[in-house]
C-alpha cells in the first residue's frame, strides 16, 4: 500500500547550501533501496518535505526524522493512502527557492515566504503541486 506524507520542522542551526546538498545526497542513495519518493524544501531553517512509498518504509523513515537530534518541532502536516504517486520521478528532488516568483508563496500564505506551521497541510501540499508544475523542483532522477 501507498502512502504519501507531508511533513514539517525547524533545523537547531541555519542550514547551508553545503549541508542541504548532503542531506539530497544521502537521500537520493537511500531512498531507492527503500522504494521511497519525494520533495524536499528548506528556507534557512524551516524544512518541508513530502515521502512517498510503502506504508511500512514510509513510517520507518518519518520516526527516524522525528527522532533526529538537528532539528525540532517536526509536525506532520498530512498523511494519506495514495493510488498513485505524485512525486515518482525524484529519489528526493529539491525545491529551489531561488527559481521560486515570491507571488508563488504570497498565494498560498500570508507572507512571501515558506512557513508550513502558518497554513494548512492541504495549503502546504498545494503549494508543493504548484512547484512541481513550474518546474522549481531540481534533480529529476529517473
Same mark, same amino acid.
Given at each position: ?13 541555519? *542550514? ?7 542531506? *539530497? ?7 531507492? *533501496? ?88 492541504? *495549503? ?19
Amino acid at each position: 500500500m501507498l502512502v504519501r506524507l507531508m511533513y514539517c520542522s525547524r533545523a537547531l542551526d541555519n *542550514v547551508s547550501q553545503d549541508d542541504l546538498n548532503a542531506i *539530497v545526497t544521502k537521500s537520493r542513495a537511500n531512498n531507492p *533501496v527503500r522504494g521511497i519518493t519525494g520533495v524536499l524544501c528548506c528556507s534557512g531553517k524551516i524544512f518541508l518535505q513530502v515521502l512517498e512509498g510503502g506504508r511500512m518504509e514510509v513510517n520507518a523513515l518519518y520516526n527516524k526524522i522525528s527522532n533526529d537530534v538537528r532539528h525540532k518541532e517536526v509536525m506532520m502536516l498530512c498523511y494519506e493512502e495514495i493510488e498513485e504517486r505524485r512525486f515518482s520521478h525524484w529519489s528526493m528532488g529539491q525545491v529551489s527557492l531561488a527559481r521560486i516568483n515570491p507571488s508563488l508563496l504570497i498565494k498560498y500564505s500570508e507572507k512571501a515566504e515558506l512557513d508550513p506551521y502558518a497554513v494548512s497541510g492541504k *495549503v502546504s501540499m498545494a503549494l508543493f503541486n504548484e512547484m512541481m508544475a513550474t518546474a522549481s523542483i531540481a534533480g529529476q532522477c529517473s
